[in-house]
Nanobody, 126 residues
Framework: VQLQASGGGLVQAGGSPRLSCVAS????????VGWFRQAPGEEREGVSC????????YYADSAKGRFTISRDNAKNTAYLQMNSLKAEDTAIYYC????????????????????WGQGTQVTVSS
């Protein structure tokens, strides 16, 4: 499956962009989907993850209460709604999918995810 992330850009602090991750080449409806981010000079970190149905979700502490992950399997698309953005949210955001359902969200390490999008830059200005 090929993934295409979009929706990033320059956002003011407190803004609420929504990132999208569109899959092609295969359906996404049986896959776990995760969002990761990588800030300059830092390691890639998991942000949020959901199972194939969207019913089970996981959020990193940095995302809890501000970000919401969702998916529309009919559109082969996953989303990350980000609210109340802070300067420290500035990063390249990647979506990724894993063939194993939910398990990768529990472990939540990048190596569990076999397909990756190209990333979309989110820059938060204060």
């Amino acid at each position: 499956v090929q993934l295409q992330a979009s929706g990033g850009g320059l956002v003011q602090a407190g803004g609420s962009p929504r990132l999208s991750c569109v899959a092609s080449g295969s359906t996404l409806d049986s896959n776990t989907v995760g969002w990761f981010r990588q800030a300059p000079g830092e390691e890639r970190e998991g942000v949020s993850c959901t199972d194939s149905s969207g019913e089970r979700t996981y959020y990193a502490d940095s995302a809890k209460g501000r970000f919401t992950i969702s998916r529309d399997n009919a559109k082969n698309t996953a989303y990350l709604q980000m609210n109340s953005l802070k300067a420290e949210d500035t990063a390249i955001y990647y979506c990724a999918s894993a063939a194993r359902d939910w398990g990768p969200c529990v472990d939540y390490v990048a190596a569990e995810f076999g397909s990756w999008g190209q990333g979309t830059q989110v820059t938060v200005s204060s």
